[in-house]
């Protein structure tokens, strides 16, 4: 598989060996991840896939490794550690384990307290002779009660020796059954010792074995903190990324599985930049506990505010057309549509009422309540927008494929519609994602100009969206405008993203504030 | 399907040679099937009791542990309403070099020892914790009430 050959050329594998705890002396600031945001070349794609982008600011590095990968880095951490410690492979492994493949941390306490370890660890002393199964005279089984001189039997070095088929059928029970390997100890009774892999190879048949070896490597990527399993459903890769827990408040990590899932790096959910893992949290939380609240307002249908009959939302956009009076309106805020993309007309911004009117407790708790349902209320739209865009794209793509055949267009040539499709799909979700963040943020200028980009963007959105309501005929002549309007969508998104993150990021003075406990 | 050689023997010596203040007899007609009884131990709330349970051998045992639950009420932090026993060796530190006899004396070193800090019946548990004696009492009441021999 090629996607395979790319992954070991991208990551060298001394930069997946590197231990977790070697780069302290980066502050864990990911200085080198650090970008030139002046860059002129910010919002263009690179048109030529063998060069590799320059890494914007709110995207980080990472690495796909795919099953075998995964097995090749642990048996190379295996080798080099079992050479420095002069113990076999298969008890370096138990080692290794122990220590969560921290192999500094191993050599250290391995030349401290060696044989408290090899104890602690379930291993014991004297590693020299290899396993073997024996006939013991007068051995009767304490797990089956069978005896015989031709019975074969098994001991690891505690000494408990049980048959070969009580073996079997117990290492069955613990891999197939508890889904157990790393940690299998001795059947015998208050027993220790870990079962090493030479021992299973002697015991097991060959299903067990690769059924093993799987659960084995899940344990690795569950035990580095770099490594995490994609979660989409049957994904067999794993992503190693080196941004940690406690940065997660200052960057949003994102990562793009071979897969094709998107998601993040530091809670495994969906992609949600710009908005941090703890906010996200916090506001999926919210929307759980105020989901009755909120339901109302995400409805499908509304009235015209002009003649207030009943309109229904069938497509993505936001620009409604009132079937009945023709008054053009914002589905979003029923304000005029006109106004919108005006510099004075914010549709995105909550309004604060100041002064005498939020005085009271009770017009400010109803003042808190519109807030959130501001923010809720674009943020669960363009998550309705996102499917419906999709279900419109759908049907497009249906009647492209017929108009394909009678115009005798190419396939290539209405690549444009999906294109703009994805656009839409991915602007939204940012979007949806930056009114969750904007609800937790403190009032300030950088605060603005965040709104300022979400305004921005959602315009170009719904100028987007508005396309894809075009009758079919039309499209093949809106294919430059609809391409533009594609990159331009992109370019905000961009830049949206990369001011974020560069505020995140930053800190102190000069950055995005959030409201007083937000972050805790 | 015939008794596997591990049962009959563990039968055989559980019937031959009994644990004192332990019974376990197999059903007639199911011989998997234990009916047990185990003595309050002495110095124990549970003194003066004759507790009944009922234990299981599944069809993988001793790979898995047996079955096995209260069937006379007991107030007691590690065992819950249901009569189940939340005890290390029935589950994760289960081998199956472990047998019935082994494990009816770690249930009755159990009501010997009570543990309110790995609790199965939360409520007791909290009891326990925040006022032993009484709880000490509750568990002795509960004993004269439902665990006395007839
Ligand atoms: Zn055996
Ligand atoms: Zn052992
Ligand atoms: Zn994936
Ligand atoms: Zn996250
Ligand atoms: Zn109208
Ligand atoms: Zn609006």
Redesign the pocket.
Known sequence: MDSEDEVISVASSEEMMEDQDSDLSMGGDYSDVDLDVDDPDVGFETQDKDIKPKRRPYEVEFNIYGPADIQSHQDQQIDEVSAILGQPPEATAILLRHTRWNKERLIEIYMDKQDTLLEEAGLGKSLAKLPELKKVKGFVCEICCEDGPDLKTFSMKCGHRFCLDCYRQYLAQKIQEEGEAARIKCPGDGCNKIVDSKSLDLLVTEDLKDRYQVLLTRTYVDDKENLKWCPAPNCEYAVDCRVKQRDLNKTVPTVHCTCGHHFCFGCTLNDHQPAPCSLVKKWLKKCEDDSETANWISANTKECPKCHSTIEKNGGC?HMTCRKCKHEF??????V?SE?GTSW?N??RFEEKSGSEARDAQAKSRQSLERYLHYYNRYANHEQSAKLDKDIYLKTEKKMTQLQSSSGMSWIEVQFLDAASQALQQCRQTLKWTYAFAYYLARNNLTEIFEDNQKDLELAVENLSEMFEKPTDQLSGLKVEMMDKTAYCTRRRIILLSDTAENLKNGGAHSLRLRPGSFD | MALPKRIVKETERLMAEPVPGISAVPHEDNLRYFDVTVEGPSQSPYEGGIFKLELFLPDDYPMTPPKIRFLTKIYHPNIDKLGRICLDVLKSNWSPALQIRTILLSIQALLGAPNPDDPLANDVAQHWKENQNAAIQTAREWTQQYAKPQ
């Open positions: 936001n914002c589905w979003m805020c029923m304000g549509w919108h007309y549709c995105n």
